[in-house]
Every structure is written in C-alpha cells, then in structure tokens.
C-alpha cells in the first residue's frame, strides 16, 4: 500500500528565506505524488505533482520539488518565503486499485516578518 | 469562477439530527468525492463516486451516506451527527480517476459542528 509521511508538523521561517517542507513516500510500485496547499478555511489547492515525466517538478507559486527514488524522497522547496506563502501543506500518493489520493498528516508553514 | 462549489460553507446541527451537505461542480467531471478532515489531520477520504458507481471506503461508518443524482450535485447525509462528526467536510473532483496523475478539485468545504 502507498503511503507518505510529512516530517515537522511545524515550520517557520523568515520572509525571504529558503522553504523547505520534507514528504517521504512508501510504496511498491512506481508512486504518483503530490503537494497540496491548504490556506485557512479552504480547499486544497494543487502546487505540483510527479508523474514520472522529470523528476524535478515545478509548480505554482514558485514552488519547486524533487522526486528522489534513492531516497524516496519528495520534498517541496521555494527558494524565498513570502507571507503569503503562510499555509498548511499536504503531500499526497495517489492509492493503486482506489482511484483515491492517500495523504499526509500535513505541515503548517509559518513565515515571520 | 467556482468550479467545485459547497453550500452551506458553515453549518450548525444538533447531536442525533440528521444533516445534509451539498457539492456541485461546474467541470463536468466523472468523479466527486467526500473527505472528512478534523483539526490539524489529513482529509480522510470517506467515499467517492465515479459516474453513478458509489466507492466507499471500508473504515466510513454507516451514519455517513451519499447521493449523486445527476452529474453535477453530489450530497454527503448524516443521519445521526455525533460530537466526534463535527470537522470541516472537503468535496472534490477529478475527470477520470484511471489516469494516476489526475488533478482532483477541492471545493472551499463546509465546517460542521454539532451541539
């Protein structure tokens, strides 16, 4: 079964500074990710998703992440923070056999002036 | 221009009274699901419906029920909401769950609480 696991249910940063948000995935088959954006109270919206095209995915909001099958890694960067970019942040598998997206626990992104 | 809509965005009810909660959707997909997220927790999915073929997941108690009578409205019913049933309700939305890496669509979702 696919799974993902957020690291840090918190992380701060200052405005400017480098974004880094840490998403691990298990599975036995080649696994189809996902980062989600979640602003307060609202729906989730797409940043990125991997599709085995490239493993360096570019999404929106200069969001950036990098699929790393040695590391079974997917982690969501952006190079400079900004407020607004103050939001929780979902990393998704999409589930085999469910037709269904599976996802982490999530990682709230707080950006200090 | 909303794609994925859900009304009421808030809604209060009393415990052990039934409620309904509406999505409709204005992309014209095939597939609309439910998810349930409490405070601080991941959308749990609790079912989905691909055209009129209803999925539901294996751990969704039965006090949750769904309807989709047409393409475009999809319904989540609680018959007996409980104390632990309040959360925030997310509807969403994908063109054809085969294709792995399809966007699903959220609406704003609809915050539950029971008194």
């Known amino acids: 079964a696919q799974s993902v696991t957020q690291l840090g249910s918190h992380v701060s940063v200052s405005e400017g500074a480098l974004v880094l948000l840490r998403c691990n995935y298990s599975?036995?088959?080649?696994?189809?990710l996902f980062w989600y954006v979640q602003y307060p109270n609202q729906g989730l919206q797409l940043l990125l998703k991997y599709t085995s095209a490239a493993t360096l995915v570019k999404g929106i909001n200069g969001f950036e992440a990098e699929f790393k099958k040695s590391e079974t890694s997917f982690h969501l960067t952006k190079p400079s923070a900004h407020m607004s970019d103050a939001a929780e942040y979902f990393c998704?598998?999409?589930?085999?056999?469910?037709?269904?997206?599976?996802f982490g626990s999530g990682t709230r992104l707080q950006v200090q002036p | 221009d909303a794609m994925v809509i859900q009304n009421p965005r808030y809604q209060v009810t009393q415990f052990g009274k039934p409620v309904t909660l509406s999505c409709s959707q204005t992309?014209?997909?095939?597939?609309m699901y439910w998810y349930q997220q409490k405070s601080s927790q991941a959308p749990k999915l609790l079912f989905h419906?691909?055209?009129?073929?209803?999925?539901n997941e294996a751990d969704t108690p039965d006090n949750f029920q769904s309807r989709r009578p047409n393409t475009s409205f999809c319904f989540l019913d609680i018959r007996s909401p409980g104390l632990g049933d309040a959360a925030m309700y997310l509807c969403?939305?994908?063109?054809?769950?085969?294709?792995?890496?399809?966007?699903?669509?959220f609406g704003p979702g609809t915050r539950l609480t029971v008194l």
């Open positions: 969403a939305t994908s063109r054809d769950p085969q294709i792995s890496t399809d966007t699903q669509y």
């Open positions: 992309l014209n997909h095939n597939v």
């Open positions: 419906y691909y055209d009129k073929d209803f999925n």
């Open positions: 599975s036995s088959v080649p696994p189809y």
């Open positions: 998704a598998v999409w589930r085999e056999g469910r037709r269904a997206l599976t």
